[in-house]
């Protein structure tokens, strides 16, 4: 475990020093800041659609957070040469791969922790309420969904030649489900056989990462959802997660390092 | 001649001519009725004919925050949502609505359905009765549909509903009369004479300002305006309920009925029978208009027994 927190350690202290996340909380911020100031029929309490362009920029700073630094760990280390000697210490493979999954993991729970403090202050700033536990909640949930995304663009990054390209496959991929991934179903039954059953298998197979995405519910100030059903959905993208990440370790346990 | 120099002069004539024949199209061009170069409308600029679209997609979003985000998408059944609810319930709108608005998701079709269903706003609520919350002391909340409907409003002006739309709620849930007021007169800018701002405005006068005088004399300008806006077609053939433009056949039936009614309250039962029978047409329920006229001939009778004895 000590090897495994000390990769992701690493992984935390690379993210702080780069400037992707500066950018993107600062860009937010300012857009949110701009949009805010606009003047509607001189209501200054008028505040869902600031929130939802802020939940979107959220939603996509995360995102782009998320895989561009996990598609580059692994390409990086081979590219600098460092994988060798990292592998020539006491850190077995799939050590590496969890270590590394864990600290952009722990990373991009960091940069959520900021970008949902900045909603909370600029909700709080119009509608003078703090829906703390509702927050919480959308966070968690975001946070898990990140959990799936960084597993798979890990794999991805064992599987796929160039960061760029295995980034561009999963920006596909997830932004796919995230938009359609809830009526593939529906798609499929539309579709003559056999596109109907491939379709509808990958209905069934790939994560619903949709699941996780509350955006809507925090906009129009729904009640909070059973903490049994969060639970439930937390479950379901460990779950995954686990998955990609057995499915990495595997990979990477075959993969020639040179 | 040397041929570097018979291609530099060939160039140079073609510049000239080409400079020549752009400086003659210019002026030409400017004249032209559709000619949108000297336009300085902002958005029309940057989207061209697709900001019909967008505002469209910004009107179609105010009425998802109506429904604080309970709203199908092109995967769902939406013949319940044909007509914006939020446009609807102003009154001012035609309703083409049809089917169970408070169930187009259906049944779950299978467990990734109905477990996706409690992490997304899964109940039919309006922000004018609280939204999710149920409270009706948060009414005013409509408010947060605004920002879309002026977006809608700025991208595509000649959508007379967006004003209509934007008007009512102001007036109504907000006390903004006076900006409503204004939103309103801002539509008239851009569709001079259009009935449908007419007669939100001629309510604006009734109901908020409660000049009857003016209201009578605004609702009667905008029947004016209905008839002129086709003076060659019937009124019969304007007025076929098999015609598929309810908007055109709605304002008129409501201009007819709010006309008859101020008749009525002005106890000129003769005059509110006539308005009566002119809205019967263009009536879905005319049986309902039917039944209205023979109370109203009623009370006429009573009125003319009481006056002769």
Known sequence: MRNILAVADIVIKEL????????????????CLVMASVNIFNNPDIIRYVKSLCLLLIWVSSLVIAITTTARQIPAEREQRTLLPLLAKPLSRSQLIVGKFLGCWIACGLALLCFYAFFGALSASREHHWPVLSYLQAGLMHWVALAVVIALTLLGSLVFAAPSSNATICFVIVGGILFVGRYLDVVALSLQKPWQ???????????????????????HDWPLIQWRFIGLASLYGVAYAAFFLAAACLVFRRKAVN | MNPARTLFLSLVALLVFCFGFAAWLQPQFQDLPFNRS???????????????????????TADEYYHSGYYPTIFDNNQAFETPHMAEDTGAVASRNSGDETGFMGKPRDWIDAFGRHFIPNRHTHLDEGGPTDDLSTSSEVKEILPWLKLSAE???????????????????????????????????????????????????????????RARMIWEAALRMWHAEAPDKLLSERLNLANQNFDDRFIYEQLQVHLANLEQAAGNYPAAIARWELARPASPTPDDVDRHIADLKQKLSAAKDKSAT
């Open chain 1, 16 to 31: 702080y020093r780069r400037k992707d996340f500066y950018v993107l909380f600062i860009v937010t911020i300012l857009i």
């Open chain 1, 197 to 219: 059953t491939i379709i509808y298998a990958v209905y069934f197979v790939i994560p619903h990462l949709e699941f996780f995405d509350m955006r809507k519910l925090i906009i």
């Open chain 2, 38 to 60: 000297v336009s300085m409308d902002f958005w029309g600029n940057l989207l061209d004919d697709s900001r019909d679209l967008f505002a469209n997609s910004a009107f179609v």
């Open chain 2, 155 to 213: 991208l595509d002006p000649e959508d007379v509903k967006t004003f209509v739309v934007t008007a009512f709620w102001l007036r109504t849930r907000l006390d903004e009369t006076r900006q409503a007021e204004q939103v309103l007169r801002e539509g008239l800018r851009y569709n001079p004479g259009n009935p449908q701002l007419l007669f939100e405005l001629g309510r604006v006068y009734f109901e908020s300002y409660h000049n009857i005088p």
